[in-house]
C-alpha cells in the first residue's frame, strides 16, 4: 500500500458490489458517485476511512485489496454485498484542507452506545479504548469512519461528536445505529508528541532522557 494523505471529508458515498475473499484477504468492488476520471491503478482511496489501493477501475466503480491487517483492525470485514461505504480519494498538495489530515490508518473500531438528536443534529458516543483515549483531546479532531469531526466531550472512556445534517445526509454516520462499530483514527499529531516527549524520544536504547519540564525550560518554552 502506498502512503497518502486525506482530509476526512467524505466525496461520495459508495455501494459495495462485491466482496471476494482470498484466504486471509478480500477484494472489495465497489460503485458509487466518486469521480473516477483522475484515479489510476495504484492510487488511493478512503473506505470507510481506511487507506485501500485501488487495483481495477470500470466506468462507475473500482476495485480494492484488503489485507488481513486491515480486516482485523477495521469494520471492513463486516461489510456485506449493497453496505454504504464513504470514499474519499487521497489528497493532492493543491486541494483544499477541509478538515483535518487523515492517514487513512484505523487505530481500531469503536462502538456507538449512544445516538440522539438535538435540535436537528445527530450527537453519537463511540465507546474507545484506553489506547485510543489517551490521544482524543476535547476539541481536538477525530475520523470516524472517515469522516473528520471534532471532539466535544470525553469521559469515561466514551468521546462525543456532533454531526450537522448535512454530515448526517451525506456520509454512513447517518445510517449507524447504536451497538455499530466504526472506524476510529485519531489525531497524527498527538501520537507524534508522545513519541517525542518521551524518555528516549521513543528509542528505547538512543541513551536520550526525552523532554521533561527543565527540557521545555531549557528550550525557552517554559519560564
Given at each position: 500500500m502506498?502512503?497518502?494523505?486525506?482530509?476526512g471529508i467524505?466525496q461520495?458515498l459508495g455501494?459495495?458490489?462485491?466482496?471476494?475473499?482470498?484466504g486471509?484477504?478480500?477484494?472489495?468492488?465497489i460503485?458509487g458517485?466518486l469521480d473516477l476520471?483522475?484515479?489510476?491503478?495504484g492510487?488511493?482511496?478512503a473506505?470507510?476511512?481506511?487507506?485501500?489501493?485501488?487495483?481495477a477501475i470500470?466506468?462507475?466503480?473500482?476495485s480494492?485489496d484488503?489485507s488481513a491487517e486491515s480486516?482485523?483492525?477495521?469494520?471492513l470485514?463486516?461489510?456485506?454485498v449493497?453496505?454504504?461505504?464513504n470514499?474519499?480519494?487521497?489528497?493532492?498538495?493543491?486541494?483544499?484542507?477541509?478538515?483535518?489530515?487523515?492517514l487513512?490508518?484505523?487505530?481500531?473500531?469503536?462502538i456507538?452506545?449512544?445516538k440522539?438528536v438535538?435540535?436537528?443534529?445527530v450527537?453519537?458516543?463511540?465507546e474507545v479504548s484506553?489506547?485510543?483515549?489517551?490521544?482524543i483531546?476535547?476539541k481536538?479532531?477525530?475520523?470516524?469512519d472517515?469522516?473528520?469531526?471534532?471532539?466535544?466531550r470525553?469521559e469515561?472512556g466514551r468521546f462525543?461528536?456532533?454531526m450537522i445534517?448535512h454530515?448526517a445526509?451525506?456520509?454512513?454516520l447517518g445510517l449507524r445505529?447504536v451497538a455499530?462499530?466504526?472506524?476510529?483514527?485519531?489525531d497524527i499529531?498527538?501520537?507524534y508528541v508522545e513519541?517525542f516527549?518521551r524518555p528516549g524520544?521513543?528509542?528505547?536504547?538512543?541513551?536520550?532522557?526525552?523532554?521533561?519540564?527543565s527540557?521545555?525550560?531549557e528550550h525557552?518554552?517554559?519560564?
Amino acid at each position: 500500500m502506498k502512503e497518502a494523505m486525506f482530509t476526512g471529508i467524505v466525496q461520495a458515498l459508495g455501494t459495495v458490489r462485491r466482496i471476494n475473499r482470498k484466504g486471509e484477504d478480500a477484494i472489495v468492488e465497489i460503485e458509487g458517485g466518486l469521480d473516477l476520471d483522475d484515479v489510476r491503478l495504484g492510487d488511493s482511496v478512503a473506505v470507510n476511512g481506511t487507506c485501500l489501493t485501488v487495483t481495477a477501475i470500470g466506468r462507475d466503480r473500482f476495485s480494492a485489496d484488503v489485507s488481513a491487517e486491515s480486516l482485523a483492525k477495521t469494520n471492513l470485514k463486516a461489510l456485506h454485498v449493497g453496505d454504504k461505504v464513504n470514499l474519499e480519494k487521497a489528497l493532492r498538495l493543491t486541494d483544499f484542507l477541509g478538515g483535518h489530515l487523515v492517514l487513512g490508518h484505523v487505530d481500531e473500531t469503536g462502538i456507538i452506545r449512544e445516538k440522539t438528536v438535538k435540535s436537528s443534529s445527530v450527537i453519537l458516543g463511540i465507546e474507545v479504548s484506553p489506547h485510543a483515549g489517551r490521544y482524543i483531546v476535547v476539541k481536538g479532531s477525530i475520523t470516524v469512519d472517515g469522516v473528520s469531526l471534532t471532539v466535544n466531550r470525553f469521559e469515561n472512556g466514551r468521546f462525543y461528536v456532533n454531526m450537522i445534517p448535512h454530515t448526517a445526509r451525506v456520509t454512513t454516520l447517518g445510517l449507524r445505529k447504536v451497538a455499530d462499530a466504526v472506524n476510529i483514527e485519531t489525531d497524527i499529531i498527538g501520537k507524534y508528541v508522545e513519541r517525542f516527549v518521551r524518555p528516549g524520544g521513543g528509542h528505547e536504547n538512543s541513551g536520550r532522557s526525552g523532554f521533561d519540564w527543565s527540557s521545555f525550560v531549557e528550550h525557552g518554552f517554559l519560564k
